[in-house]
């Protein structure tokens, strides 16, 4: 299958503001699934609200476009009912960790199989521009326009606490290894997080002062490091990059094929 196989393009051009980084995990998630090539009979995307989520109008897959901070609980419901499905899930600051953080730590704790892809661009971007779990401390937004002072989360770590058995780090600059981490978490067994930094010029970067979009990709190339190099011992402030936790846990609808089999069994 070629990449347009996987495009709706009657739908476009595309809503997001010029300079956005989600057109960026767009093409390198169709050009990882192209790579990988992978039926798109077999995928299921599920989103929710947001500049994020808008993703799942452009891939021509299934797609299951829910309400704001649910796309993991009705991923859980399509991934248990249909186990042989690929279920990918974008999301941005809000469906992943503030009205969708309980949904988000749990399904990492049951390690299903879903890929989840967190567009971080620490804002609210599609309603104008709110300060969200993502924007960190000192930042301005519409809504904090004396600066923001709660702290923020750090995916990585908040998704190795909850059990997550794939977690990694890239930006919209690094495109080659954003492809091969998408990749990657789509082909790991279990739940998988792949946290994308992404560039908002029109809200965040503008309260923020950060200059265009490219200033804000030269900034992803320039403030991050891969995991473990000198420079991060130099400059603790660097933002690190690579994948965190890779590893093999029971997968939680394997698990739940067997309590069946234990329940037909006792029955008979």
């Known amino acids: 299958m070629g990449i347009k196989d996987y495009i709706r393009e009657r739908f476009f051009p595309h809503l997001w503001c010029p300079g956005c980084g989600h057109g960026t995990v767009l093409n390198c998630l169709l050009r990882a699934l192209e790579a990988m090539g992978v039926s798109k009979n077999d995928i299921v995307m599920v989103s929710g609200i947001g500049c994020s989520s808008r993703i799942s109008g452009y ?5 299951l476009h829910t309400i704001h901070g649910r796309a993991l609980a009705f991923a859980t419901g399509v991934k248990l009912s249909r186990p042989e499905l690929n279920l990918i899930v974008p999301m941005g600051d809000g469906d992943a960790l503030a009205i969708g953080g309980n949904h988000f730590i749990h399904a990492a704790r049951r390690n299903i199989d879903i890929t989840t892809i967190i567009m971080n661009n620490r804002t ?3 309603t104008g521009g709110q300060y969200s779990p993502l924007s960190g401390y000192g930042t301005s937004a519409t809504t904090a326009p004396y600066t923001n002072i709660d702290q923020g989360f750090d995916i990585m770590e908040l998704s190795r606490a909850a059990g997550a058995t794939f977690v990694a780090r890239t930006t919209t600059y690094h495109v080659q290894q954003l492809m091969d981490f998408i990749k990657k978490a789509f082909q ?16 965040f970067g503008r309260k923020n002062y950060l200059g265009s979009a ?4 030269n900034a992803f190339k320039t403030q991050t490091t891969p995991i473990g190099s000198k420079a991060k011992e130099e400059n603790p402030d660097l933002i690190e990059r690579g994948i965190f936790v890779q590893k093999q846990l029971p997968e ?6 067997k309590i069946i089999k234990k329940a037909k069994e006792r029955r008979a």
């Open 59 to 63: 891939v021509d897959v299934h797609t």
């Open 124 to 126: 609210y971007g599609m």
């Open 188 to 203: 790991h067994k279990g739940f998988s997080v792949l946290e994308v930094l992404s560039q908002c010029p029109t809200y």
């Open 214 to 217: 490219v200033d804000m990709m």
């Open 252 to 257: 939680y609808c394997s698990e739940y094929d």
